[in-house]
């Protein structure tokens, strides 16, 4: 077991105004409830689905998630209202992308040269309104928590999907967290593996990627232990674990070996510490994402991707606007649209976006109609508006990895309230997810209870985007 207990807490303050602490815990050995027999099955399945279906992003695919955590407005990013009353448009117009008929806001100029290269699902909804019940949705298909009920019920798709892959390259790891996984101020809250076990939460960077001296923990040797060391302690190990292998009928033993090898790899290997750091990447490249926290991050889950790891995602908070929006978006959305479009012209131009699913979203949308700045719990009436939640429409942004670019799916009414064509619920945009990765969807897990359950909610692939 590899552990590590963090001194550096964050606190993140939400609409609800509490505050939540979690310390980050790192194990790499454990198997939870899931054991290595049924990991092997899972995987022979996705394999034997993707050939089946002819899926050619069985190969290699891997995903980066970038979070917007707190809830980002559909109708001030990618789906602007021109036409709605001035308390529903907003503050922004839309401006012409290179696609014909592809609108989107006015903040976002360099993306709108770059349509050609992503899709948005415009008609995404799961009716949601409370920050934990969406998040939940959002990440692992299934409701059944709340505010006042926020703990983890189900695996986060992502951690399951990269615990039948493993990750595409040994010697890293198949599912990490920039700079951290957090859902509603929960580490790893959402995007943790829960049942599927412990060992397959996230690995989470922790610092951040634009300080002068960026470190990440855990993939350097302490220093009272040498390479000689650990391999005495594997050859011990090995020696007293051929008696429980000879009794062991579930797979255990086989997978502790796995998981523990995993470990070894990570810390003695070459390619993670060579992937993470990024002051190895050209200066130019980092000035093109931008010399800000969410830009480097957004670089360093680039390198993992193309080192081998297969599920990455990043940590944008701070999109809870019930008011002051006009400061908030004219902050974040600028950062957003740089980091965006070069990671799919980065990607693209290393011959590595066919491979790579990028996805960009949050919990749920804002309100159509804006506030008067007091509303929706603040702690004040601020006296500028903003919005409140809204998940009765949202929307997805996917690029990359199988992904048609240049495409619009589904739509909303008038002033964006509800999907007008084409609804589509979290559980189509896992089930998308899944098939370009290669991933069977329809695997099951056996949860704390002993009881299989379904890896995705009933869904199906969004097949306009392909």
Known sequence: MLRIWS????????????????????????????????????KDAAANSATASGNRSG???????????????????????????AEVRGIWKPIRTNVEGIEISELFPLQAKIADKFSLVRSLH???????????????????????????????VGAMAAAVTGPRTPGMPAHVGVPFSMSVGLRPGYFGANYVGLQHNPFETVNDANSPNFQVPNIVMPGDITLRRLEDRQSLSRTFDRMRKESDQKGTAEAMDKFDRAAFDLVT?????????????????RDRYGRHSWGQSTLLARRLV????????????????????????ERYLPQIDQLVSALIEDLDQ???????????????????????????????SMGTPGRDHWGQAMFCFLAGGGIKGGRIIGSTNRNGEVPKDDPLVPADIHHTMYHLLGVDRSLHFTNHAGRPVPALEPGNVIKGLL
């Not at 019940?133 to 006042?148: D, F």
């Open 7 to 42: 001194d550096r807490t964050r606190a993140s303050q939400y609409c609800d105004g509490q505050s939540r602490r979690s310390f980050l815990q790192i194990g790499m050995a454990g198997m939870g409830s899931v054991g290595l027999a049924e990991l092997l099955r899972a």
């Open 59 to 85: 190969r290699d695919t891997r995903c980066i998630l970038l979070w917007l955590d707190g809830g980002p407005s559909h109708l001030d990013l990618y789906d602007l209202k021109p036409e709605a009353p």
């Open 126 to 156: 799961h009716d949601q309104g409370d920050h934990f019940t969406g998040a939940h949705y959002m990440l692992t298909g299934r409701g059944g928590v709340n505010g006042l009920l926020n703990a983890q019920k189900d695996p986060f």
């Open 269 to 285: 290997g070459t390619a993670a510490r060579q992937a993470f750091d990024i002051d190895r990447e050209d200066p130019r490249i």
């Open 306 to 329: 193309e080192a081998g790891s297969t599920m990455v995602s990043v940590h944008f908070g701070g999109w809870d606007h019930h008011w002051d929006l006009k400061t908030g978006m």
């Open 350 to 380: 290393r011959g590595q976006l066919e491979n790579t699913l990028v996805i960009l979203c949050g919990e749920f949308s804002r309100t159509p109609r804006m506030n008067d700045g007091g509303n929706g719990g603040a702690p004040m």
